[in-house]
Every structure is written in structure tokens, then in C-alpha cells.
């Protein structure tokens, strides 16, 4: 079979039969007539549905075609089953479900059919013979393998509820269930049928019934079953008619309910449509209150269209269908376009032919429109049809759809002009100032408005949205805005303050008066209630708004704002609290600093102090927060490690000039004590700076001084000489002590201790140069005339002394008094005069056991000239291995031989370079006949096998890394 042409049109993504290619599509119109060209013949058409882009077509004598618009060259051709006497008749009318699955046929002798999308024929419904369907409502769940529950209307005033579900066996009834729910009460047609969910209400429905003059509108639950339950749900839906609302006009020979397609890109709310007797009566679907008042609600707001408001023509109209914002009208040959917001006509086309249309038909799914005539089809297309919808809205002061629905940036700032003026003429001042800021009215128009109404608060507001729309490149315009703002600011706050300091005033200045109950004798139920309480709240209010508006617009808008000029904005109105917030908000924590510390506001600097990482800061602000805030400072210090103690000397040293408590309490030692053991610090002037405070104390305790100077007494950090004229400055005796020996002056050491009569002290510092015996003898000799002098009892003096290894009696002697008498010191001369024996005694001994020795060196040189060795015939070098008696050879005490020759290259193999040179210069007067003994003095001097030679080489390898087959025998 042939095809239609058929190629799909662009706008909405919809489908189409005709293309229409235009570079603009403003230049169209909004609708117009296409016919569609098909490649087949069509006659006696009796009937067309299409949704979701599947278009079925009815002929009367019974065919069905069902063509998929996305593939139109594939077309079912499906025949009616032939049934006994009276037969199927001619098909009246075929009903289409939204997804296009489900398709119900009737006919003129009463007889329905249903056709499934997955099945090649059309099945007889039995259940519902002797019915002329006339509507059907689908179920809004849209099923795709069954129809679930719908509703069906009938010719004779009847609706029924079944269930219809396709089956492949012969005897299986496609319906499961047929129940009839409601009977209108005239027997008058029901015209169409509508059911909906209510949005966030899955057991409630929405149905629209129209039939004869009236249209019916229900909301009520519908009975829900446990799956596999095959009943009817709407068994009770209808019991209460006088529930449900309705509307009355005169019936029409032709009746029809249409309902506007589902977009998704379309918000609002569906329209329907009831054509009657009196015209069009329209409105919105509203989806709230999900009560039964809900269909009153809607037909207070529809309107009528009438017939008598359309173009001139005896012809009535015959059938309708909506779109979003219009609707399709179709009267014989003729199809009108009316709007629904304005009704008015937009579209009026004829057909050049004498053909008359039979109906007109939309697909829900994808908003498309189509019209029939007996052998023809019709595309009613739809470009842009919102294009002009805005300036509607606009007229009618429907301001917010209007917004909604302009495209280019000339509509929308044409409907936030008018929707501004709006506002302003019914002063709606807040509101104007949101909508004017967004819109190109002129900025200085605008801002004299509000300042001649005196609406500073709109004016405030309104700048702020105006500066949201400059671009960041507007870099002079945005901060003129926002300075202006700040200022707007700043007065709006002082005015708020000065109300409340008035109303304050007032209260405190009010007389005291009696309450009238008791002056009056009344219970006072005729006093008017105060109400200064609650203006007082009000102004709280405001005043803690505005602050927070203020906040906002500085945490968004600081980078805007021009610093200097902000400041001084803000510190001519006196706003301390707004002035630090816009200082913290740009991170100027020098200034809020500055302020806090003016204001002496310690554990406030130190909080702001902690937020920042700048040490600059840190420097800057450092002497006069350690002064004032000791211990909280060093604490703050110490969180950055990254500052250099350096650059805080200047405010130590001015802290510790002030401070009063001891070195347990001095945050000054703390903090250096923490540079140097934690951070690391080998910075001289810190060294210098924490030996300055201990030197310095009050307090003659120097323990704290002596333990940093031994600790750091192998690595001296600090400079000596300073260390050593502080503690000279300040009487630190035992670290000048300590000092002097660590720079290697014992002498100075011992002196100045003994000059403090620290005789204790002064035999420590003796005893520190071990090594050097003469210094240390020296040192001692100058303690123990210390000792000596100032001992009473010789006795207990020598006891001392003793402790020095190095001291004899005799060199005690001169430091006596003429006067001691011998018995004081008989025992340690007598002692000595020993040792003295003792030592001639050990001297003599050891001189004969030196003579001893040399006279058996004596012996053993003697007996040199007779010492001999013997050699066998066939002995061979311990080097070569050949015959050692071939050549000259040498022979050694431990019988070891060799050739001379090889003994002399084995002798420079293992010598370093200077003997190796020595063997060469003598091997050279060999060969001129000079004297061999000093050649021989080289090579014999040691036996190369088991001489000293042999034992030093015993961490070598006894095979060379070059020997490698050889080293491979020694692997395991």
C-alpha cells in the first residue's frame, strides 16, 4: 500500500505531515492550514484520532488504518469483524487513549470494538453491545497493556465503568468488568467525558461530565483495590449528585468537551472547554481546594465565548479543540483560531473546496491539531503560539505571566516598566523598587520618585537590585551605587536609634499616674489598651532588620565598596558596630586592631589578632598588647609559628622593663624560652635578648641564668662578651664564673671566685683544664693560697689541698706563715719524705734493669756474625716456586726464602709510593756498582709472608676480582 508524504516539522518537537521551512519564525503565522498530500485514496471517512503520534484513521464501510508518524511507511490496515445480522453497521466514531495503545470503536447498530496498538485485529466487546459510545474517559494513570478502569459515555445518558483488557484466546471476553455508575437524569447524551488526578491526591478524581445543557463537575475518592482485584472503582463515586457542581446553558445538536493538551513546558494550569448551544464555555482547571467546591470555584471563573462574538456566518459550530492559549473552532468549511485570554479571533481560513469538515482533533502528547473532511486531512499548524500571549497578560495587568512568558530581553524589561509604574501608583513602594531595579527605566527617574515620596527603605532597595545588574566592568557605576547604599544605610539606622532614644526619653520623663481602675473605682474595662510596648518591639525589629540587611549587602558587595570613602561614610553617621563590621568583612584587621587597642579592649585585639596571618600585624601591634595582655599575647604568639622572634625583641624588652613578678611569671622568658627549644632559634640577638632578662632580675637567684648557659655551653648561640659585661653589670658572679671558663680564662675564673671567697667554686673551675697539668698545678697553687690564708688550722688547709693530685708539701711551703710551727705539718712531710724514698728506690731499680738489657743486646749483636741458616738442595722460593739456589736469594730467621729479585717486586708490589721510588733509585746504583746494604735494609727488613705485612693485610681477599675462574671455585 502507499504512504502519506510525511516529514516531521521542528517547533515544539512535534510531529507532522506537512514541512514548512522559514528562517524566522516570527514572520509566520501563528497558525495556519496545511493539507496533508497522501500517496493513497481515502473515501467515506468517517473518523480520525491521533495521539502520542499514532493517527488512526476510520472509514465508514468498517477499515481501520493506523499509521506510526515516526515511521509513516508503516501502516496497519485492520478490517471490523463481520458479525451475524444486523451486522457491525457503519462505523459513528472511534475513541483514542493519550499514549495511542488503546482504540474503541462504534458503530451505528450499537456494536464496539477495541484495537490494541500489539495486536493485528480488532476484538468484538461483547459487554458493552446495545451501547453507542459517544465519549470515553481514559483512565490518568496511562496504562499501556490494559485500559485499567474508564469510563465510557453513552448516546442514552449511561455511564460505564469497565475494564478492557486484550486477550489471545478466542473465548476470552476482552472486558473484565462492565458496570454502569451513573445515569444522567434527562437520558440526555453524554457528550464528553474527562477524569484527572489531583496533583499530591492519588485516591482522589477530578471528573467533568457534560451532557445536554448542563456540565457536571465531581471531586471525590475513588475505591482502591489490592492488586488482582478486577472491580469497579467508581461503584460510589457519583452517589452524590447534589455534591457536585454544574453549569447550565442551552443543549446543542452537536455537544463536545475538549481539554488542553499536557505540556510540560506549559505551568499553568489546563484549560477546558464545553461547547453548547450558547457558544464556548471555557476556563482553568484549578487543581486546589481538592474539595467538592472545587467545580464551583472553576465555573465562577469561566467565561462564555458566545456563537454571536464570532465572524458573521449562519453556520453553527461543530466541533472544538483547545491548545494552550486558544482554541480550534470548526463551523462547516471554515476553522477559527480564538484567543482565550482576550477572545479574540487570530486565525480564519477556509477551505477553497466545497468539502465540508467532519471533525477536528488534537494529539494531547505532542499538541498537534488536525481536521477531516470525508477524504481529506488537514494540519492546523502551531508556530510560536505564546509569542504575543505576554502582551495580553501585560494589558490585563497580569504582570507575573506576562514576566513568564516575554522571551527577549526588550519584553521583559517592557513588562517590569509597567509592572513598576503599577506598583508605584498603588504604593506599593517595596515591591516597585524589586521590579524597577530589574527593568531600563532611567536610574535618576526612579531615584527622584522615591525621594519626593520620602521611601528611602524603597530607594535603599532599589539600588541594591540596580547594582546587581551592572556588569563587573562597571566598576565607577557600582561603587558610586554602593556608597550611596552604605550612606542610606547609616541614615536609616541613626533615624531608627533616634525613635527609640525619643520613646525612651518619653517614658522616663511621663508623670506617674494612677491607674483608673482605682481613681475611678472601675475594674477599668472601658481603658483603651497601651500599645507603646508594642511600637517599641516594632522598632526593635526593624532596627535588628535593617542591621542584618546592612550585613548582608556589605558581606556581598565589600569588594565594590571603596574603602577610604566607606570609612568615612560610616564614621560620619558615628557607626562604631557598622564600621567594624565592613572592616572585618574586607580583612582590614590593622584597622579594627587599631580600634580595639584604642579603646583598650585587649581580649578583643587578640581575638581579631588570631584571624589573620599577617606578621606584620603581629610586629606592629606587639608591645603594646604584651604590656597590657601578657600571657594571652604569648599564647597568640605561639599559634604563629611563622613570626621571627626576631622582630619582637623591641616589645620584650619594653614588657620587661615593666613587669614586676618574677622569672616564673615573665611571659617575656616564656616566649624566648619556646623560640629557642621549640622553633629552633640560633638567632644571637634572641640569645642575647633572653640572657639580658635573667641578668637584669630583681631576684639574686641565678639558677635559671646558669642552667641556659650550661646548656648551651657546647653550642653558643649568644655572644660571649655581652653575656660576660651583663653579668659583670649585674653581679651575676657564678655566670661571669661559668662564662670565663667557657671561654678558656681559668685564670680569671679562679681569680674572681676567690676574690668572692668562693674557694669551692674556684677549685671546680681548677680542676676543668684535665689535660693541661702545668695550667691546672697553677690554678691550684692559686686556690691554695686562698685556702691557706684564710684556713685557721693548717691541718684542715692540707686536708683541702689534697684533692689535687698535683700539689706537693713543698710547694705548700711558701705559702706558710713564718710563724706555723712544723708539728702542724710533721705528718705530711714525713709522708713525703717518703714517697721521696720510694721514688729513688723505683729509679734505681729500673736503672739496673736498663743495664741489664743492654748488655743481652750486647750479646745478641755478638752472636749476629755466627748466625747461619741451612738451605736443601732442592728448597724453591716461597714467590716463584722455582729452585731458590739458581739465583741470589735471601733466607729469613723464620725459614722462609726467596729470590732476590722476586723478593724486590713483591717488596714494591705491597710498599707505598715513597718506598716504591726509594727501591727504584737503588736497583739503579746496583746496576752502576754501588753499596746494596741499603737495598738490603728495604727488602729484608721483614719477611713478606709472616712479617707485619701479612697480619695488616688480613681484611684483603686472598683471590683478585680479575680471577674469575679462580674466585668461582671458592663458591659454595
Known sequence: MDFPV???????????????????????????????????????????????????????????????????????????????????????????????????????????????????????????????VTSVAWNPTEPSASTKEILVGTADGKIIETYIEPAEEFFKREERFSRLVWREPGGSPIDGIYV????????????????????????????????????????????????????????????????????????????????????????????????????????????????SALSNSSALISSITLTKYHVLILRESQILAVNLLNGKTVFDERLPYSERFLGITSDVKNSTYWAYSTDSIYEVTVTDEDRDIWQIYLRQKRF?????????????????????????????????????????????SVAIQFMEKKRLDALRRYMIVKLGTYKPSSIMQRTMLASWIVELFMERLNSLEDSMATKESEKTTEPEVKDKAETNGTNGLFDKPRKKGVQENGVNAELKKVKEEYQ??????????????????????????ELLFYANSVDDYSFVLSYWVRLEKWSDALFVLRKQNEPDVYYKYSTVLLVNCPKETVDTWMRMPELQPRKLIPAILSYSQSVDSGQENNQAIRYLLYAISSLK??????????????????????????????????????????????????????????????????????????????????????????????????????????????????????????????LKIEDLLPFFPDF?????????????????????DQLRKEMDESAKTSETIRADIRSLSSRFAI???????????????SRQFYVFPCQHSFHGDCLVSKVMEISNVRV?????????????????????????????????????????????????????????
Open 6 to 132: 510525511y516529514s516531521p516539522t521542528t517547533a515544539n518537537a512535534n510531529t507532522s505531515l506537512v514541512a514548512t521551512t522559514m528562517d524566522d519564525e516570527s514572520d509566520l503565522p501563528i497558525f495556519s492550514l496545511e493539507r496533508v498530500q497522501l500517496q493513497f485514496q481515502i473515501s467515506s471517512l468517517a473518523g480520525m484520532a491521533v495521539s502520542n503520534n499514532i493517527l488512526y484513521l476510520a472509514t465508514s464501510t468498517g477499515r481501520i488504518l493506523r499509521i506510526d508518524l515516526n515511521n509513516p511507511q508503516d501502516i496497519d490496515d485492520v478490517e471490523l469483524p463481520k458479525l451475524k445480522p444486523p451486522g457491525a453497521g457503519t462505523v459513528n466514531a472511534i475513541f483514542l487513549d493519550p499514549t495511542g495503545s488503546h482504540l474503541l470503536i462504534t458503530t451505528s447498530t450499537a456494536e464496539n470494538f477495541y484495537l490494541n496498538s500489539r495486536l493485528p485485529k480488532a476484538k468484538h466487546l461483547s459487554r458493552l453491545k446495545g451501547n453507542v
Open 196 to 307: 484527572e488526578m489531583l496533583p499530591g491526591k492519588p485516591d482522589i478524581r477530578r471528573v467533568l461530565v457534560a451532557s445536554g445543557s448542563r456540565l457536571w463537575h465531581w471531586v471525590a475518592r475513588i475505591i482502591r483495590h489490592a492488586p488482582g482485584d478486577y472491580s469497579s472503582i467508581y461503584a460510589k463515586f457519583f452517589d452524590d449528585e447534589e455534591a457536585a457542581a454544574h453549569a447550565d446553558y442551552s443543549a446543542a445538536a452537536v455537544a463536545q468537551l475538549s481539554v488542553s493538551p499536557d505540556d510540560d513546558s506549559f505551568t499553568d494550569d489546563r484549560s477546558y472547554a464545553w461547547l453548547n448551544g450558547s457558544g464556548v464555555f471555557y476556563g482553568k482547571l484549578y487543581t486546589a481546594p481538592t474539595t467538592p467546591e472545587l467545580g464551583s470555584v472553576i465555573f465562577q471563573d469561566s467565561k462564555l465565548l458566545p456563537q
Open 400 to 444: 507575573d505571566e506576562a514576566q513568564r512568558l516575554a522571551k527577549t530581553p526588550v519584553e521583559r524589561d517592557a513588562v517590569a516598566v509597567a509592572n513598576g509604574e503599577f506598583l508605584l501608583e498603588n504604593e506599593s513602594y517595596l515591591e516597585a523598587a524589586n521590579v524597577l531595579g530589574k527593568s531600563s527605566k532611567p536610574f535618576e
Open 552 to 577: 548582608e549587602f556589605i558581606t556581598r558587595y565589600r569588594n565594590v565598596l571603596d574603602r577610604k570613602t566607606t570609612y568615612d561614610i560610616i564614621s560620619s553617621h558615628g557607626r562604631q558596630e
Open 681 to 806: 632559634s640560633k638567632d644571637a640577638g634572641v640569645h642575647n635578648t633572653l640572657i639580658s632578662i635573667y641578668a637584669s632580675d630583681k631576684s639574686s637567684d641565678e639558677s635559671a641564668l646558669l642552667e641556659y648557659l650550661q646548656f648551651h655551653d657546647v653550642e653558643r648561640c649568644y655572644d660571649t662578651d655581652f653575656a660576660l659585661r651583663l653579668c659583670i653589670k649585674h653581679r651575676r658572679v657564678q655566670s661571669c664564673i661559668f662564662i670565663y671558663s667557657s671561654m678558656g680564662l681559668y685564670e680569671e675564673a679562679v681569680d674572681l671566685a676567690l676574690e668572692h671567697d668562693n674557694v669551692e667554686l674556684a677549685s671546680v673551675v681548677a680542676d676543668r683544664p684535665g689535660e693541661n697539668a702545668a695550667l691546672r698545678k697553677k690554678l691550684w697553687l692559686q686556690v691554695a693560697r686562698k685556702v691557706i690564708n684564710q684556713e685557721h688550722g693548717i691541718k684542715s688547709a692540707i686536708e683541702f689541698l689534697k684533692r689535687c693530685e698535683l
Open 820 to 840: 706555723v710551727v712544723i708539728d702542724d705539718f710533721k705528718e705530711e712531710i714525713c709522708v713525703a719524705l717518703e714517697e721521696y724514698s720510694r721514688n729513688i
Open 871 to 885: 738451605v736443601e738442595p732442592g728448597e724453591r722460593c716461597f714467590i716463584c716456586s722455582y729452585p731458590l739456589l
Open 916 to 972: 716504591r721510588r726509594k727501591l727504584s733509585e737503588l736497583q739503579i746504583e746496583e746496576e752502576k756498582g754501588s753499596n746494596l746494604d741499603d737495598l738490603d735494609a728495604i727488602v729484608a727488613s721483614e719477611c713478606v709472608v709472616c712479617g707485619p705485612y701479612m697480619i695488616n693485610s688480613v681484611d684483603k681477599q686472598f683471590v683478585d676480582d680479575k680471577d674469575v675462574a679462580l674466585a668461582a671455585e671458592w663458591n659454595l
